[in-house]
């Protein structure tokens, strides 16, 4: 019973809805009574003489006979309001025999009525007069108190009651087997899960009066995934063994579990193989020992005991189609298939896959002679067995089925040789006896059910429109398993056949695990299954087992005997005949059960004493249909104590009902109820006589068309009660018609399904009938079409499901969902349409002639198609193409529904907003079936050699140029150009011959009339430009637009379904558009593809371009060709390895900045121009352990060195410095060498030749000529370390032997300057430091858009670097690597420009400097990157080799020549900041500041206080920290000896204590500090300064003395100098306690004890670095002073030890 929700229908229309009709019986004379409420009733549940009415607002009344209650009713057929549930709002009401139960909104539970067996749930009881709450309590949980379980719905039996829980679980309460719990003693009080259902998705739960049945979802394909179970959960024993034989395999799943009940699988599929006997999987087999094994049971005679014969139809029945299910197919839509145990008789007779049954016959005669021995003589079962072992163990489907599923993978081929050796033939026999009986007649076959079933469905049949599905729904779950293990793939195909199936295959339908995957949740599943358990006495279980035992009883746990010896089933168990029979609700009678399926029909089972089955089977013990004339869709079930009432569409809208059963007497209906008590006890035959007949099959009542439009149907006990609507505003009607042509619709669906589609696919010759394209396309149709028919179904079933319910708008899912809808049509009309173009219906026909005779009755019946002499292919066509009418039914029916409601309300628009959405889309199928049609007329027409080559599904005709429409200008006279316009391509034939021109990349324009006079257009595409002229205006117009609409809806992706889309079509497709082409044209491109964005019929912005030898360019294109940032990887053939650039492009070729990595692992790193390294940059050679690593970096000139470059050989160890030309030396030039070898000089031809200077490590200087590498040869002087040289010509290679011609000189004292002048000379001979680097500089400048240095605009200059930086950034956020939050900001700040003209006051000079720190901080701004490369050269130049201090010369002077560069670059950015030296005026107020220490050198005041502007001061303190390692080293090696002195002495005097070493020094005495803050100074206190005090005098001015090594540029250092001396005034002023001037006497030795006591260990390289650098403006300010002081501290303490 599904929750009713409160109807949305406003109360004053009360007695509109919910109408309440009730009546006894069929007879014609009946006229129901209508039950007045002052509410619509929502729900009835009826028990034996009671009823439950829920209305609307949650109130719940009582009717009939309530003994429970303690005043008696007055009037006992009036119903009274439960008031104990008054305050509750109840959802959903239950009736059982005696008592009834409610569940109010929240979930909670209430009962009353009878109470003995416990039915209600309350102990100690035994009636409950009122409603009261019963708590579910989860005893699994960890909560304390347990937690509740809210609740679904009730179902109530006779002594029991079912409640289905939220999370969709089964509880269970009261007495009997038909609570499914394992319970030793009833009552059971508490309601229990049954665990059995655990895991499992309920639907749905019925109770019966002793039975009990649940609707259980399938485990869809997602939970289906799980691993075969293979060991018993309990024990962890393997529920399957293997022996291996040596010519056959023995499977064994014998296995006993001492622990209890065991379900094979754990989530309680598979029935287990029973532990206490070990001789049987489900409870209500019969025991026969012909079944056991010897391995299991010794104590059972193995030889069977004669009375199994009678037993063995019983077999038949429910083993037939075990062979089909179990062995040759693994059957059903979900892995429950796979458990194997109840397979019926039906599923025997239509779920076999073998329609030819005279084959099986002919087959099964064959096989052997004792054949119908075996199956019925005693014992046959093992003689067929002699080497199974205990394949036979356990009921022959579920052993087989559980086998097949869990060891087929595992086995693999030898399992197949043995079944295919030992057992198919047997196992057919076995498994198919009614097949048997058929052909041999066998007397011993008794209950002949199965032949009776047959016959009954073929005549079933032709009377009913789909029942002929359930074959065709059993075979397909074999189709749709072909993929799994099974051992299917495994049996020799020759057996196969020979099982007798000439001409047919598997082919799967039905999507698998619900009709859109995703939709899973949104519609009604329709896989679902039959549980039932309880009593099956009557056969209402469904399992074909009611028949008494006729051996010796044997206790089993999972079932019981009742008191009769009847059978019962105490834990739930799968009807597997109903599996794929998409169930959608179950209902129960006293003693018989109903389920109704997605396809409107009936299957009943049970007791049919009173015909209320709906067919004569008496009883049935398993489903079958109930017998109904064609057309008649039943849609409402309900089952009382012996008759049935069916909900029915019929002829019209308004609904039917149809009854089944018990005739009821009028009499006995005035008579009162005392009668119908006295009969509860009756025998059943008496019962009928008294009752007066009963329906053999469902008669149509007769005064249900004056009941209105009833919307659901209740029975109960003998009573029948209808709940109706009356058609207010026809939106009560438009609701039936909607969800009336819905299920005739998928009725419809099903038939064609089953009757055309399958029977085709199942044709073996059908795939090389067809060929491999359209059977693909005929697979695809099927696929397509089986979810549409899916999706139907599921949308009929909620229909069904809303109409019982809410009946409201807002329960339509077609309106929340239509997308899923319109898709899945989409889908499949596009599915039909490239079936229908490719020819497929053409050659369709001979296989359909051959399937249906040539006679197109069927066809013709089911296309609905009035015409009459149309082709087989012609009726195929309009047969799949009826589908997408059911679109234009739709919107028909929701704009009637619209039209129910008021314009402005939302459910109007809701439904008006759909039914336009279906509209829409039934014009978009039909131009699509146009476009198809038209298509399939061209394919003709058209030659048949281009045909082949040129038809593919998805193209479809939009215009061709047969009529001379379209010509190309200028062809010749007798050439033909024929046009064809596709929705994907644009085809010029020609005679022989075609070319295809994608429309992607195809562009048109119109040529102006007025320049020719001719209509023509111009086609663009990537290789070439045609022009075509049409024959009138109109045809130009029609051609332009056609390929512009074609073009936009193939750019759009909409390619296969050209018109569609809106209304308002564009003008034109965009001119910049991504699309992939390969080039086929001669040239460059050849063969190349690319895929990225066009314009105009070229490449342009990014895209990627590969071409067919591997290379591939991915990155930015410009007007076709490779421009901005790309990357290109080329492979090597010879080294098998790739190139690899990385940089930036320009017109097709390298051009700018980039890195290029060699196959051979060179790597270069610099400028491009023109394709080839031009510019600076700097190329790596192997690495340091291959054969010759070096390093080059500098410029480079049309791929060669050439210009000034620093190459380091590591292998030679040896730097070379100079200038280069064709790769080789070529100039002036040093070289220095890792042995302190120092040469500058000239080169030529890559040698030294030339003039020269030589210099050795320890000073030893040779000038003259030389004519190789370290190869003197002619004029020279060598000139010794003490200054003796030798004079004349010299031969040979430096440090192996000189030859000498010439004179030695020994100079005298006069002659002492001679070293001196020859070390001056260093640096003459090399690049001068200006002409260093010159392509570094000229980058920058073209950077900043200047031909020349300083030539060019500076606002364009600005503008350049906005965009350099602009794109860099886009360019560093499109790639992996995140910048920084600072970085970011820094970028950000950058990017706008700084004011850069006006007249420069100190803020703008600090401004200024300021964005220099800034713009040299990111390598993105051209000065950030020009100081980059030029840190990089400085650091390649004077690392490593490179430290030589013979280079410290030319190292200062590159510095400020650097300085000097930059300088230029901002005065040119800055154009009105003063040259070098100039001035800027400062602020007075910043004069006193600059005053404020005392100090006894300062400057007289300068008239007008002004910064002096100069490069050093704006540019050292950005560049020197950035080249300060290497260059300080240099100073640091050029002092090393003066250094070395004076550490020397520096350590020798600080031994001494303060005092000493102060008089040493000469300090005057009244300088002495006499006390000093002591080590942990309380205030003011002080500590002596005693004779062995160390370290303590002047200490301040010590510690910031030392501080010059923590700084780098000459500025910073001289401001520690200062600040040095103030802190020396400040103690001195504070000893003195008085204000004092210094005199240059006095200060010095003070100084120089400070100098002393700060231990700078490289001073010299400290002074000679402030000397070389110092800002030339302040050498002679106080700076100036202060650093002079510092220099001759220096040098005094180097010769203090010569005082």
């Not at 056609?1042 to 296969?1056: E, F, M, P, R, T």
Request: aromatic share 8%.
């Amino acid at each position: 019973m599904e929750i009713q929700s409160k109807s949305s229908w406003d109360d004053g229309s009360g007695g509109e809805r919910g109408l309440l009709h009730s009546w006894k019986g069929y007879s014609y004379s009946i006229t129901p009574e209508r039950l007045l409420l002052p509410r619509p009733v929502l729900q009835v549940a009826l028990g034996s003489q009671h009823g439950v009415l829920l209305v609307e607002g949650g109130q719940v009344y009582s009717f009939g006979e309530l003994p429970w209650k303690q005043s008696q009713v007055p009037e006992p057929a009036k119903p009274t309001l439960e008031s104990a549930l008054s305050g509750q709002r109840v959802v959903t009401v239950a009736a059982g025999s005696f008592h009834s139960g409610a569940v109010t909104e929240d979930g909670g539970v209430h009962m009353w009525g009878e109470n003995s067996a416990g039915q209600c749930g309350l102990s100690g009881l035994s009636t409950v007069p009122n409603p009261t709450p019963v708590a579910l309590q989860d005893l699994d949980t960890v909560t304390v108190p347990p937690q509740t379980v809210p609740v679904l719905e009730l179902a109530c039996g006779e002594k029991h009651t079912l409640a289905l829980s939220v999370q969709r679980e089964v509880w269970a309460w009261g007495s009997g087997c038909q609570l499914g719990l394992n319970a030793a003693v009833f009552p059971v009080w508490k309601p229990q899960k049954v665990e059995h259902l655990a895991g499992r998705y309920v639907l749905q739960v019925a109770c019966g009066a002793s039975h009990s049945l649940a609707l259980v979802r399938c485990l869809g394909s997602h939970d289906g995934h799980r691993p075969h179970v293979d060991k018993c959960g309990r024990c962890n024993e393997l529920l399957y063994t293997m022996t291996d034989k040596e010519d056959h395999v023995i499977i064994s799943d014998s296995h006993y579990c001492p622990l209890g009940v065991e379900l094979t699988e754990d989530d309680g599929k598979l029935e287990a193989p029973n532990p206490t006997t070990g001789l049987k999987t489900s409870p209500s087999e019969p025991v026969l020992p012909s079944y056991t094994s010897k391995s299991e049971s010794p104590a059972v005679p193995t030889v069977a005991d004669p009375t199994s014969v009678p037993s063995q139809p019983h077999a038949s029945e429910e083993g037939e189609a075990s062979l089909v299910n179990g062995m040759l197919q693994v059957s059903d839509s979900d892995t429950s298939a796979l458990s194997g145990a109840e397979s019926d008789a039906v599923a025997g007779a239509k779920s076999s896959p073998y329609p030819d049954e005279q084959a099986v016959k002919d087959y099964l005669k064959k096989l052997s002679d004792n054949t119908q021995t075996n199956t019925q003589a005693s014992g046959g079962l093992n003689a067929l067995l002699p080497s199974t072992g205990g394949l036979m163990s356990s009921t022959p489907t579920s052993a087989l089925n559980n086998l097949v599923a869990s060891c087929a993978s595992a086995v693999g081929g030898r399992v197949a040789s043995t079944y295919e050796a030992l057992s198919l033939k047997k196992m057919m026999n076995f498994y198919l006896p009614s097949g048997a009986s058929r052909s041999g007649g066998s007397p011993g076959v008794v209950d002949n059910s199965a032949e009776r079933v047959r016959q009954e469905d073929s005549m079933q049949g032709k009377k009913s429109s789909s029942t002929g599905d359930i074959r065709e729904e059993e075979a397909e779950g074999l189709r749709r398993r072909l993929s799994l293990p099974g051992l299917l793939s495994q049996v020799s195909p020759r057996l196969l056949r020979k099982a007798g199936r000439p001409k047919m295959r598997a082919v799967a339908l039905t999507p698998l695990g619900g009709a859109i995957p995703e939709d899973h949740e949104v519609l009604p599943t329709l896989q679902t299954e039959v549980w039932s358990w309880g009593h099956g006495e009557h056969g209402q279980l469904g399992h074909g087992d009611n028949l008494a035992r006729l051996d010796t009883p044997v206790t089993v746990i999972t079932g019981c005997l009742d008191h009769k010896g009847k059978c019962s089933r105490l834990q739930p168990l799968c009807i597997k005949s109903l599996n794929n029979k998409e169930v959608v609700r179950v209902a129960a009678g006293a003693h018989h059960s109903l389920a109704l399926t997605a396809q409107s029909q009936v299957f009943s089972w049970g007791s049919n004493s009173s015909g209320q089955l709906g067919h004569m089977e008496s009883p049935s013990t398993v489903p079958r249909l109930a017998k109904l004339s064609e057309g008649i869709r039943v849609w409402d079930v309900s089952a009382g104590e012996r008759h049935t009432l069916l909900l029915a569409d019929g002829d019209c809208i308004q609904p039917i009902i149809y009854y089944s059963g018990q005739q009821v007497k009028e009499g006995e209906e005035e008579g009162g109820n005392e009668k119908e008590l006295h009969q509860q006890g009756g025998g059943e035959e008496e019962e009928e006589e008294q009752a007066g007949g009963y329906t053999q099959q469902p008669v149509l009542l007769p005064f249900c068309m004056n009941l209105g439009y009833v919307s659901s149907v209740f029975a109960g006990g003998r009573r029948c009660v209808a709940l109706s609507d009356r058609n207010v505003m026809g939106f009560i009607a438009s609701l039936h018609e909607l969800a009336s042509a819905e299920r005739r619709f998928y009725c419809k669906l099903c038939n064609i399904k089953s009757q055309i589609l399958r029977p085709l696919l199942e044709l073996e010759s059908l795939s090389s009938a067809l060929g491999q394209v359209i059977f693909g396309l005929l697979q695809t149709l099927a696929n397509m079409f089986g979810r549409l028919c899916h999706l139907t179904g599921q949308h009929a079933t909620s229909l069904t499901a809303s109409l019982r319910r809410c009946r409201e708008v807002k329960s339509l899912l077609i309106l929340e969902h239509t997308s899923i809808f319109l898709d899945c049509y989409n889908d499949y009309c596009s599915a039909v349409g490239n079936f229908q173009v490719m020819g497929g219906f053409q050659a369709l026909t001979k296989p359909s002639i051959d399937l249906f005779g040539k006679g197109p009755e069927l066809l013709q019946k089911l296309s609905e198609c009035g015409e009459e002499n149309l082709t087989t292919a012609d009726l195929l066509v309009v047969l799949f193409y009826l589908p997408a009418r059911h679109l234009h039914e739709y919107s028909r029916l929701l704009l009637k529904l619209a039209t129910c409601f008021e314009v402005c309300s939302t459910e109007y628009q809701k439904l008006q907003d759909s039914c336009s959405k279906f509209e829409a889309s039934v014009l978009q199928l039909k131009r699509k079936r146009k476009e198809a049609d038209y298509t399939v007329h061209f394919w003709k027409i058209f030659p048949g050699k281009m045909t082949d080559s040129l038809r593919k599904p998805y193209r479809r005709l939009i215009c061709e140029s047969s009529n001379k429409g379209l010509t190309l200008q200028n062809a010749g006279r007798f050439s033909v150009n024929w046009f064809i316009l596709f929705n994907d391509v644009l085809v010029h034939a020609q005679f022989s011959t075609h070319h295809i021109f994608p429309l992607a990349t195809l562009w048109v324009e119109p040529i102006p009339e007025e320049d020719t006079g001719l209509y023509g257009l111009k086609v663009i595409t990537p290789e070439e430009t045609l022009t075509l002229l049409a024959s009138s205006p109109m045809e130009k117009i029609k051609w332009l637009r056609s390929i512009n609409q074609a073009v936009d809806q193939a750019l759009s992706g909409k390619g296969q379904d050209v018109a569609s889309g809106s209304s308002v079509q564009k003008l034109e497709p965009p001119i910049s558009r991504t699309a992939s082409y390969t080039f086929y044209k001669e040239g460059r491109l050849k063969d190349a593809t690319y895929e990225g964005r066009w314009l105009s019929g070229k490449p342009n912005g990014r895209g990627v371009l590969k071409w067919c030898d591997g290379r591939i360019y991915t990155g930015a294109f410009k007007n076709g060709l490779e421009d901005g940032f790309g990357e290109f990887v080329a492979p090597n053939k010879t080294l098998n390895k790739n190139d690899h650039y990385q940089g930036y492009w320009k017109d097709g070729k390298m051009h700018g900045l980039g890195t290029y990595r060699y196959a051979s692992g060179e790597v270069y790193d610099g400028s491009f121009q023109e394709g080839v390294r031009h510019g600076h940059g700097m190329l790596r050679s192997g690495k340091l352990n291959t054969s010759s690593p070096s390093v080059f970096i500098g410029q480079w000139l049309q791929d060669k060195k050439t210009g000034y470059g620093v190459f380091d050989d590591i292998t030679k160890g040896e730097k070379y410095m100079g200038m280069w030309q064709d790769h080789q030396r070529q100039g002036t030039g040093v070289v220095v060498t890792q042995f302190g070898l120092y040469y500058e000089g000239a080169f030529k031809d890559n040698k030294m030749m030339g003039t020269g200077v030589l210099l050795s490590e320890d000073d030893t200087t040779y000038e003259g000529e030389f004519s190789d590498d370290w190869t003197l040869s002619g004029k020279g002087v060598l000139t010794m370390p003490n200054g003796d040289y030798l004079e004349g010509s010299f031969n040979g290679e430096w440090g192996s032997g000189l030859k000498v011609t010439g004179s030695y000189f020994k100079p005298h004292l006069f002659d002492t300057d001679k070293d001196k002048t020859q070390a001056m000379k260093l640096g003459h001979l090399c690049v001068c430091a200006e002409d260093k680097w010159p392509a570094v500089f000229e980058e920058c400048w073209s950077q900043l858009g200047c031909e020349a240095p300083g030539r060019g605009e500076p606002e364009k200059a600005w503008e350049n670097i906005a965009v350099a930086l602009t794109t860099s950034r886009r360019h560093i956020l499109d790639s992996p690597d995140v910048l920084s939050r600072s970085h970011n900001k820094t970028l950000e700040s950058l990017e706008v420009i700084p004011q850069h003209v006006g007249p420069i006051t100190m803020d703008r000079y600090n401004a200024i400097r300021l964005y220099l720190i800034k713009a040299c901080d990111t390598p993105l701004h051209p000065l950030g990157q020009l100081l980059e490369t030029l840190v990089a050269v400085y650091r390649m130049t004077y690392v490593g080799v490179g430290a030589n201090r013979r280079l410290l010369h030319q190292a200062v002077s590159e510095i400020k020549s650097y300085l000097n560069h930059i300088f230029l670059i901002v005065r040119f950015l800055f154009p009105d900041l003063p040259e070098e030296g100039g001035l800027i005026p400062e602020p007075t107020t910043d004069l006193q500041e600059k005053n404020e220490p005392n100090s006894t050198d300062a400057l007289p005041e300068s008239p007008k206080p002004a910064r002096v502007v100069s490069s050093s001061a704006l540019l050292l303190p950005v560049l020197l920290p950035r080249l300060y390692p290497p260059l300080f080293t240099l100073y640091a090696l050029d002092k090393e000896r003066e250094d070395d002195v004076y550490w020397e002495c520096v350590l020798r005097l600080n031994k001494q204590p303060d005092l000493a070493l102060l008089a040493f020094l000469g300090v005057q005495q009244k300088f002495w500090p006499v006390s000093i803050p002591a080590s942990l100074p309380a205030p003011g206190e002080k500590q002596l300064v005693i004779s062995s005090t160390k370290d303590a005098c002047f200490a301040s001015a010590v510690e910031t003395l030392q501080q010059i090594s923590t700084t780098f540029t000459p500025s910073d250092k001289l401001q520690v100098i200062q600040l040095t001396f103030e802190e020396i005034t400040q103690e001195v002023q504070a000893l003195l306690k008085q204000d004092f001037l210094w005199s240059m006497d006095d200060l010095f030795p003070v100084f120089l004890y400070v100098v002393l006591r700060a231990r700078i260990r490289n001073l010299g390289s400290e002074v000679s670095l402030i000397e070389d650098l110092m800002d030339p403006c302040v050498q002679h300010g106080e700076h100036g002073i202060m650093f002079t002081t510092l220099k001759a501290c220096y040098y005094q303490i180097q010769h203090e030890k010569v005082t």
